[in-house]
């Protein structure tokens, strides 16, 4: 695969890609992926999970070889901590590539998202939750963000819910620690009864009807928002990587700043 010049990435902007799943298992070339990759896409145990596995992080590799300029199979991606005995953990970066941007990966039921930026960023995308899930976590959350939704109900409550987890999701992940930081810890909600993490730019972005996602961006700032969504046919190509540097932003939008603020804390589609 012949990589052309690297895409970059203007001041303030964040680059949202969305990659849809392989139409066959065979369209998935595993031989990107690194002895890691394919052992945790393994552990799956449904076929369906494991394609989805090997299929985002195809496209991550590909995604960022368009950024990088290195082909995907080349690409060295490991968690950003080194632990003394020969692992990584932590938030993953690509390795021994000087202004290599920083990106999360994440997917659900079907889509993947990538996100591509220069600071530290995480990344979450989320089937609609159903009510009982929503009832489930519920106790476990902030108590600000407890009251929030709280005052709402039905529908409007859990679609509320799942905007405020992607955003919690996609906070978690920029830290660097995920899940394993409580989550009642920080204040993500949207209507600004309790004060937003500081240093961080954390919103909604728009999607589609089945799927929410949130990002989350170290610093301050209204950040430009470039969504790019990569047909099928030009992910899994031979030459996906020139191919995919090809695909124009179809929807630009502005992650607004509002830690702190009374706000909703999403994008507004420009």
């Known amino acids: 695969m012949a990589v052309g010049d690297a895409l970059s990435i203007g001041e303030g902007e964040l680059h949202l890609w969305l990659?849809?799943?392989?139409?066959?298992?065979?369209?998935?070339?595993?031989?990107?992926?690194?002895?890691?990759?394919?052992?945790?896409?393994?552990?799956?145990?449904?076929?369906?999970?494991?394609?989805?596995?090997?299929?985002?992080?195809?496209?991550?590799?590909?995604?960022?070889?368009?950024?990088?300029?290195?082909?995907?199979?080349?690409?060295?991606?490991?968690?950003?901590?080194?632990?003394?005995?020969?692992?990584?953990?932590?938030?993953?970066?690509?390795?021994?590539?000087?202004?290599?941007?920083?990106?999360?990966?994440?997917?659900?039921?079907?889509?993947?998202?990538?996100?591509?930026?220069?600071?530290?960023?995480?990344?979450?995308?989320?089937?609609?939750?159903?009510?009982?899930?929503?009832?489930?976590?519920?106790?476990a959350l902030h108590p600000a963000e407890r009251d929030e939704l709280g005052r709402l109900s039905g529908d409007e409550r859990t679609r509320a819910f799942g905007r405020l987890w992607t955003r919690k999701e996609a906070y978690l992940k920029g830290l660097g620690t995920g899940l394993g930081r409580g989550v009642h810890l920080d204040y993500l909600g949207e209507y600004g009864t309790g004060d937003r993490p500081a240093g961080w730019v954390v919103g909604n972005l728009p999607l589609c009807e089945s799927h929410i996602a949130a990002v989350a961006i170290m610093g301050s700032g209204d950040r430009r928002v470039l969504i790019r969504s990569v047909p099928e046919a030009l992910l899994y190509a031979h030459d996906a990587a020139d191919r995919i540097a090809t695909v124009e932003p179809g929807l630009h939008a502005l992650l607004r700043d509002v830690a702190g603020e009374a706000g909703d804390g999403g994008a507004r589609a420009a």
């Open 19 to 139: 990659l849809p799943p392989p139409l066959s298992p065979r369209d998935v070339p595993i031989g990107e992926l690194d002895a890691l990759e394919k052992r945790r896409a393994a552990a799956y145990v449904a076929a369906e999970n494991q394609r989805m596995y090997a299929a985002a992080h195809v496209g991550l590799r590909r995604v960022l070889a368009v950024y990088t300029g290195v082909e995907p199979r080349l690409l060295s991606i490991a968690g950003e901590r080194y632990d003394g005995a020969g692992g990584r953990h932590g938030r993953p970066r690509v390795l021994g590539i000087p202004g290599a941007p920083e990106f999360s990966l994440s997917h659900s039921h079907g889509l993947a998202v990538v996100a591509v930026t220069e600071p530290r960023v995480g990344a979450d995308v989320q089937r609609l939750p159903s009510e009982a899930t929503a009832e489930a976590v519920l106790p």
